[in-house]
């Protein structure tokens, strides 16, 4: 049975704007739910008890193989799975989509020695929401949770473009935004189908963070997308169609 702990635990390749405090830690309204599925054990534990010194995270469980994970998810229902690439198995993205499938709500980010582009698109494409690289240390780690946790793809941006053009589906390249988006909500849209953080769209249009996350709810409610990833899907489906 996978171990409890009272732990915590997080388009794009910097880490995401977010109030701080302290040791750049970050304040949210709710503690992210963090489920970690790695080995061998003392090193989940380790992990976990890192991520439990963050005030805004929380790990609810820990899992060591896809049984557990899939029992850890449906008792916990974690915003975001930390899943080691290499730990569990040769099937990583069979596992990762079949996760996907389960709880749709939950996001993944993938830890992986390699961060290659074909390791990155083949995880995406799965249904993770991110890679990080292990080599580049517990910062980093952190900034990328936090950023997968708010919905943002943690990649390299040439790579996830690549990602999300193959993951365009067809009904997203035959259907256009819809007409009654405004100018302004119509830039934000493309903004986030290039895979630009809120902080990077208020710098390009010259507007607040506060005034993009405003015309994204809006975006949101006049397109019945619900999520960022979907709204990027279709934001290059219309870039598509276009061509």
Same mark, same amino acid.
């Given at each position: 049975?996978?171990?409890?702990?009272?732990? %915590?635990?997080?388009?794009?390749?910097?880490?995401?704007?977010?109030?701080?405090?302290?040791?750049?830690?970050?304040?949210?309204?709710?503690?992210?739910?963090?489920?970690?599925? %790695?080995?061998?054990?003392? #090193?989940? !534990?380790?992990?976990?008890?890192?991520?439990?010194? !963050?005030?805004?995270?929380?790990?609810?469980?820990?899992?060591?193989?896809?049984?557990?994970?899939?029992? !850890?998810?449906?008792?916990?229902?974690?915003?975001?799975?930390?899943?080691?690439? !290499?730990?569990?198995?040769?099937?990583?993205?069979?596992?990762?989509?079949?996760?996907?499938?389960?709880?749709?709500?939950?996001?993944?980010?993938?830890?992986? $020695?390699?961060?290659?582009?074909?390791?990155?698109? $083949?995880?995406?494409?799965?249904?993770?929401?991110?890679?990080?690289?292990?080599?580049?240390?517990?910062?980093?780690?952190?900034?990328?949770?936090?950023?997968?946790?708010?919905?943002?793809? #943690?990649?390299?941006?040439?790579?996830?473009?690549?990602?999300?053009?193959?993951?365009?589906?067809? %009904?997203?390249?035959?259907?256009?935004?819809? $007409?009654?988006?405004?100018?302004?909500?119509?830039?934000?849209?493309?903004?986030?189908?290039?895979?630009?953080?809120?902080?990077?769209?208020?710098? =390009?249009?010259?507007?607040?963070?506060?005034?993009?996350? =405003?015309?994204?709810?809006?975006?949101?409610?006049?397109?019945?997308? =619900?999520?960022?990833?979907?709204?990027?899907? #279709?934001?290059?489906?219309?870039?598509?169609?276009?061509?």
């Amino acid at each position: 049975m996978a171990g409890k702990s009272r732990a %915590t635990a997080g388009v794009v390749a910097k880490p995401p704007t977010a109030k701080r405090f302290g040791k750049g830690r970050a304040v949210t309204d709710r503690p992210i739910r963090v489920l970690v599925a %790695t080995l061998p054990a003392l #090193w989940s !534990e380790v992990l976990a008890r890192l991520l439990e010194r !963050e005030r805004d995270l929380h790990v609810v469980g820990r899992a060591h193989n896809e049984h557990q994970l899939l029992e !850890e998810v449906s008792t916990h229902h974690p915003h975001v799975i930390l899943f080691d690439y !290499e730990a569990l198995g040769a099937d990583s993205e069979g596992i990762i989509a079949r996760l996907r499938r389960a709880a749709p709500s939950t996001r993944t980010l993938v830890f992986a $020695s390699g961060s290659g582009d074909e390791t990155t698109i $083949s995880v995406l494409r799965a249904g993770a929401l991110g890679l990080v690289a292990k080599q580049l240390g517990y910062p980093a780690l952190l900034a990328a949770l936090r950023a997968v946790a708010a919905g943002e793809l #943690w990649a390299q941006r040439r790579v996830a473009a690549q990602a999300l053009d193959q993951l365009v589906p067809s %009904t997203f390249q035959r259907q256009k935004l819809p $007409s009654h988006l405004t100018k302004r909500e119509r830039e934000v849209v493309e903004g986030v189908g290039s895979g630009l953080r809120n902080q990077e769209i208020a710098h =390009s249009l010259g507007i607040s963070e506060r005034t993009v996350k =405003s015309h994204l709810n809006n975006i949101f409610s006049k397109t019945r997308v =619900s999520s960022r990833f979907a709204l990027s899907l #279709w934001s290059r489906g219309e870039a598509k169609r276009k061509r």
